[in-house]
């Protein structure tokens, strides 16, 4: 079964500086991920996809993601954090088979401190 | 457009009471899912619909029924509410294009139910 864990909770960074958000995956095909964010108060809205075309996936907002098979990774990054960038991030990898389905990580806080 | 209603966006119950959460969607989506988001938990999938129908079922799918007579609205039934179920609940649709490329949802502002 497709599953992905979150590493972080929680993170917090300086305006300006460097988003990291980890990402493993468990997958035994090539899986589709993907990133979400969710704002406070409001639905979650697509960052980011990759679906085995480029390796390194380029996201709304300046984020970007980098699909690693020897790592079973697939970290987001941003090289500097904006205030609007507080939210709640989510890991999503898409099930195979039938009715493909989302299945999500437990999510990461970021937290932008002035 | 409108994208994806819900309503209510908060609603507090007794235990044993019942309600439906109402969504819609007018993108002419015809996958419509139900998720349940718990705090530190991620999203969970409820129930899901490919189509008018057409519903089945997610991860957590106990203490609760769904329906899709059209396919623009997707309503979640609570038959006897527990507070296991305090949740917020998101709405979401998605359009399965021929690639089957469903994965980008588009989702409800959420319903915040709290079960007393």
């Known amino acids: 079964a497709q599953s992905v864990t979150q590493l972080d909770s929680h993170v917090s960074v300086s305006e300006g500086t460097p988003v990291l958000l980890r990402c493993n995956y468990s997958?035994?095909?090539?899986?589709?991920l993907f990133w979400y964010v969710q704002h406070p108060n409001k639905g979650l809205q697509l960052l980011l996809k990759?679906?085995?075309?480029?390796?390194l996936v380029k996201g709304i907002n300046g984020f970007e993601a980098e699909f690693k098979k020897s790592e079973t990774s697939f970290h987001l990054t941003k090289p500097s954090a904006h205030m609007s960038d507080a939210a709640e991030y989510f890991c999503?990898?898409?099930?195979?088979?039938?009715?493909?389905?989302?299945?999500f990580g437990q999510g990461t806080r970021l937290t932008i401190n002035p | 457009n409108a994208g994806v209603t819900q309503t209510p966006k908060f609603r507090i119950l007794k235990i044993g009471q019942s309600m439906t959460l109402q969504c819609t969607q007018d993108?002419?989506?015809?996958?419509m899912y139900w998720y349940r988001q718990d705090p530190g938990m991620g999203l969970k999938l409820i129930y899901y619909?490919?189509?008018?129908?057409?519903?089945d079922k997610g991860e957590v799918p106990n203490g609760y029924n769904v329906s899709r007579s059209t396919t623009e609205d997707f309503p979640l039934r609570l038959e006897l509410a527990a507070p296991s179920q305090t949740s917020v609940y998101f709405c979401?649709?998605?359009?399965?294009?021929?690639?089957?490329?469903?994965?980008?949802?588009?989702f409800g502002s959420g319903t915040q139910l709290s079960v007393l």
């Open positions: 619909s490919v189509g008018a129908g057409i519903t």
């Open positions: 993108m002419n989506h015809n996958y």
């Open positions: 990759y679906t085995s075309a480029a390796t």
């Open positions: 979401a649709s998605s359009y399965s294009g021929s690639t089957g490329g469903n994965e980008k949802l588009f």
């Open positions: 997958s035994s095909y090539s899986p589709s």
């Open positions: 999503v990898v898409r099930t195979l088979g039938g009715a493909q389905k989302l299945v």
